[in-house]
């Protein structure tokens, strides 16, 4: 076996992926991406060594991980015998000179384990002092942070460590999908300002019937719609209306005609004033805020400390 002469790069299909609970963020239906336990790679080798010997990396990109951020890096491995083996795409020196039909023995182990595997639920309190909030897709440029640079924001626990920054400014902010968000109180309007009267904010169709596509079950409990958004960032935002207004006259804005520009991306929602937890879900692994269930719940509001 040689290992001298010119490099051979080697393209290697659906090759079995131990991920050690690292979740990859792509369709696992596009090809030439890593889902959830294959990937394709490209295998680098010297001379006629075996592929096993040589080092891969992950073709089409730089992969993160979905729930922890990390980018784990793999080992080539010996394949177990549950896992059928990959097949070879083809070999390239120079240019890629197409199938071939034979099968390598090998795959992939991330060099790391996952240290969020299951993603978390974001947790944040928001205190309402005025009776009314502010519910948008955005409060920048009024009120925003930074996004995290490690994790990235792509991931759940990115998407934490904005939410905590966020929380530090009076903002519950989460990352939705880009069809609305609609915000209701579950139970009759006597117990709204009661310790803990209910709220949920979701995707539902509040004009579809019982037993149709949708529909969420508010009129049995006395429940309402409160209001609705657009959110085209993808992403819902809800902060004390005075926290808001205070902080955009300090910017020089009229709260009033940010309102109006937003249009349908914000509203002014009447609230009881107290402290509220909210916990928000699409931070947990497998979240799929534009598919799955419908209605589905991004968060669930809860009353705790009337005032």
Not at 61 to 80: I, K, N, R, S, Y
């Amino acid at each position: 076996m040689s290992r001298s002469g010119k490099p051979r790069r080697t393209e290697v299909l659906d090759v079995p992926a131990d991920t050690r609970g690292h979740r990859f963020l792509y369709d696992p239906e596009s090809p030439g991406r890593l889902t959830g336990a294959r990937a394709d790679v490209v295998v680098y080798t010297l001379g006629d060594e075996p592929l096993s010997s040589g080092a891969a990396i992950i073709a089409h990109g730089v992969f993160a991980c979905a729930t922890c951020g990390a980018h784990p890096g793999f080992d080539l491995v010996e394949p177990t015998t549950r896992i059928a083996p990959a097949t070879l795409a083809g070999d390239v020196v120079g240019e890629f000179v197409g199938p071939v039909g034979n099968r390598p023995d090998i795959a992939l182990r991330a060099k790391t384990d996952c240290l969020l595997p299951q993603g978390a639920p974001t947790v944040s309190v928001l205190e309402v002092s005025s009776g009314r909030v502010v519910l948008a897709d955005s409060l920048s440029p009024v009120i925003d942070a930074d996004l995290p640079e490690t994790p990235g924001y792509s991931s759940a626990a990115g998407q934490i460590v904005y939410s905590a920054r966020m929380s530090a400014l009076g903002v519950v902010r989460g990352a939705v999908g880009s069809s609305g968000a609609t915000l209701a109180r579950l139970g009759p309007a006597e117990y709204a300002a009661s310790d803990g009267a209910r709220y949920v904010l979701g995707k539902f169709d509040d004009e579809a019937e019982p037993g149709e596509e949708g529909h969420l079950d508010l009129a049995s409990n006395g429940g309402a719609v409160l209001a609705s958004i657009s959110t085209q960032v993808w992403a819902y935002a809800i902060t004390d209306y005075d926290n808001w207004a205070a902080r955009a006259i300090e910017q020089g804005l009229d709260p009033h005609e940010v309102l109006a520009e937003r249009g349908e991306r914000m509203r002014v929602v009447d609230l009881p004033r107290g402290t509220y937890l909210v916990v928000h879900h699409q931070t947990v692994a497998d979240a799929d805020p534009e598919g799955g269930w419908w209605p589905s719940t991004y968060a669930d509001i809860t009353m705790i400390h009337p005032r």
